[in-house]
């Protein structure tokens, strides 16, 4: 399909037509607080790994020409949190999507249970077995559209330890960590294998038995 019948699609159907293009994404759920205390939590798929020294991740905010409340409150606070959605409560987490007023905690709305450590401002989810607790670096305009990359540094990281292998691999099967399509398909996910580090003169092999 060319741009030019892209652009002329009924916009539901663009929407998830073009939303499905980039595949399985991860689901996580964002946790903040505003200043006077009012918790939020919402569902982003476009969390992304930007580098492990230093140990940074973001994620893709829509335009924030209309209120978004995840926004305002990591603006600021410096702070938020990222959580892995799990296959016990995916569909409370796609309901964090709904647009609630300020004065409501999607926590409450949807079932969730916040969790605060000492180092970090913003809330966790305790039902979540991967939370990420990280600081606001900075917030980059993409010009094309209007979104913003949001960029924060991990302050800490509360994970299970019994789903961290030896050589730090997490096994997100074995936390239920499902993955997202489009903006409403929600998947359980099957490890194929983990291969070796790609060189140019050698095929991949399985790895990992030796530490399972
Ligand atoms: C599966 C799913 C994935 C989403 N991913 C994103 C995303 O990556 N970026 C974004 O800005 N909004 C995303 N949204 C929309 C937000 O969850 C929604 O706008 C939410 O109301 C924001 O809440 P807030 O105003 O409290 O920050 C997604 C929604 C769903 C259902």
């Not at 964002?30 to 230093?54: K, M, R, W, Y």
């Given at each position: 399909m060319l741009k030019s019948a892209i652009k002329e699609l009924p916009k539901r159907y663009r929407t998830n037509f073009v939303n499905s293009l980039s595949g399985f994404k991860s689901g996580n759920l964002?946790?903040?607080?505003?200043?006077?205390?009012?918790?939020?939590?919402?569902?982003?798929?476009?969390?992304?790994?930007?580098?492990?020294?230093?140990?940074l991740m973001g994620f893709i905010m829509r335009p924030v020409s209309v209120p978004r409340h995840t926004y305002e409150n990591i603006i600021a606070t410096n702070s938020f949190t990222i959580n892995h959605v799990h296959l016990d409560f995916?569909?409370?987490?796609?309901?964090?999507?709904?647009?609630?007023?300020?004065?409501?905690?999607?926590?409450?709305?949807?079932?969730?249970?916040?969790?605060?450590s000492e180092n970090v401002k913003a809330p966790f989810v305790q039902e979540s077995k991967v939370k990420i607790g990280l600081s606001f670096v900075e917030s980059l305009e993409i010009k094309a559209n209007g979104t913003q990359m949001i960029i924060g540094a991990i302050e800490e990281v509360l994970v299970a330890p019994q789903l961290i292998m030896p050589d730090g691999y997490?096994?997100?099967?074995?936390?239920?960590?499902?993955?997202v399509s489009c903006l409403d398909g929600y998947h359980q996910t099957q490890k194929l294998a983990r291969l070796s580090y790609a060189k140019p003169d050698r095929e991949p092999e399985e790895i990992g038995h030796e530490i399972l």
């Open positions: 964002i946790g903040t607080i505003s200043p006077d205390g009012q918790e939020n939590l919402a569902i982003f798929t476009s969390v992304v790994h930007l580098g492990a020294n230093p140990a995916y569909k409370k987490a796609h309901q964090t999507a709904a647009r609630y007023d300020r004065a409501i905690s999607e926590f409450a709305a949807a079932g969730l249970t916040p969790f605060y997490l096994d997100l099967e074995k936390a239920g960590t499902v993955a």
